[in-house]
């Protein structure tokens, strides 16, 4: 990545990890856990998004995710700048409605 061209953006995982035995559910469990404690935001149910002030963060938070992925689980992560995520909605079932996306933590607004 041109790392000149770095913008604050948001860094989204989503993850697929077997969860048939009460050993898988409980990695995925902790896995999940370790997401939220390392600052990201449940944006769907395996689908999780952190904002990133630097492409040195990203490559911290991508590093972690790494570590303590379990060993039968698969990450798809993708870095999306503030202004794709500011044009991105949300669409729901019935009753049909659309909402804006997730705001950036109050602290990360200041950047």
């Known amino acids: ?3 000149e061209k770095f913008k604050m953006g948001w860094l989204i995982v ?3 990890l077997p969860v048939m035995t009460p050993e898988q559910r409980k990695r995925a469990t ?3 856990k370790f997401l939220l404690d390392d600052g990201f935001q449940m944006i769907q149910y395996s689908v999780y998004a952190r904002p990133c ?3 040195a963060r990203q490559e911290t938070h991508l590093s972690r995710v790494k ?3 379990p060993e039968e689980g698969s990450v798809r ?6 202004a794709q995520w500011e044009r991105s909605f949300v669409i729901h079932g019935s009753p049909a409605k659309e909402t804006k ?3 950036l933590p109050e602290q990360i607004q200041l950047w």
């Open 1 to 3: 990545m041109d790392t």
């Open 14 to 16: 989503a993850f697929d």
């Open 30 to 32: 902790d896995f999940r």
């Open 53 to 55: 002030v630097s492409f």
């Open 67 to 69: 570590q303590n992925l």
């Open 77 to 82: 992560a993708i870095f999306v700048t503030r």
């Open 101 to 103: 996306p997730e705001d």
